[in-house]
T-cell receptor, first 114, second 116 residues
Framework: GQQVMQIPQYQHVQEGEDFTTYCNSSTTLSNIQWYKQRPGGHPVFLIQLVKSGEVKKQKRLTFQFGEAKKNSSLHITATQTTDVGTYFCAGSNAGGTSYGKLTFGQGTILTVHP | ETGVTQTPRHLVMGMTNKKSLKCEQHLGHNAMYWYKQSAKKPLELMFVYSLEERVENNSVPSRFSPECPNSSHLFLHLHTLQPEDSALYLC???????????????FGPGTRLTVT
């Protein structure tokens, strides 16, 4: 079955440093989504990438979708304490059999030290 | 956010109990999902419903029984659970389902389940 691997599992940064998490799929994806889960909270949708090589920005967050549509990354510039949480990528398998099923990566837990 | 609500928020049950988790979405969505989130594991999809029809059962043990009476409500009936079933159970909804595309999902706050 489809597997989505996410690294690193943990990342500790000082406030102001940059942060990147990477997502790799064993199969080609039709699209990839990113979610953020604050401690004690629930996943909240951040963005969706659909096109090969797509890059999207949300303020200090930059999302990329690989040319082969098998990998993606989330980069945060100048982290703030409000960025603390777990960041998940979630991919949907290309091929028309998934019925929108998302396979989640295991997440990257980001800690930001003030 | 109150788009997707879940009750109860916390539940402690013995292995011989029967209980139900409830999810309600107020977004006019047509698809609903149950996920299990355990410590240090990825979100595990359990069930998917589209327009009240189950379209996915992700090899979930029969001690978990879903019910979707209408497109706004989703239940998860629990019976004879095991301690390893202790986890956060998340409900989500999306605009719909597509063979070729996945819509963004809106999650509820979850039910923290402890099986003793």
């Amino acid at each position: 079955g489809q597997q989505v691997m996410q690294i690193p599992q943990y990342q500790h940064v000082q406030e102001g440093e940059d942060f990147t998490t990477y997502c790799n799929s064993s199969t080609t994806l039709s699209n990839i989504q990113w979610y953020k889960q604050r401690p004690g909270g629930h996943p909240v949708f951040l963005i969706q990438l659909v096109k090969s090589g797509e890059v999207k920005k949300q303020k200090r967050l930059t999302f990329q979708f690989g040319e082969a549509k098998k990998n993606s990354s989330l980069h945060i510039t100048a982290t703030q304490t409000t960025d603390v949480g777990t960041y998940f990528c979630a991919g949907s398998n290309a091929g028309g059999t998934s019925y929108g099923k998302l396979t989640f990566g295991q997440g990257t837990i980001l800690t930001v030290h003030p | 956010e109150t788009g997707v609500t879940q009750t109860p928020r916390h539940l402690v049950m013995g292995m011989t109990n029967k209980k139900s988790l409830k999810c309600e979405q107020h977004l006019g969505h047509n698809a609903m999902y149950w996920y299990k989130q355990s410590a240090k594991k990825p979100l595990e999809l359990m069930f998917v419903y589209s327009l009240e029809e189950r379209v996915e059962n992700n090899s979930v043990p029969s001690r978990f029984s879903p019910e979707c009476p209408n497109s706004s409500h989703l239940f998860l009936h629990l019976h004879t659970l095991q301690p390893e079933d202790s986890a956060l159970y998340l409900c989500a909804s999306s605009q719909g389902l597509s063979e070729w595309f996945s819509y963004e999902q809106y999650f509820g706050p979850g039910t923290r389940l402890t099986v003793t």
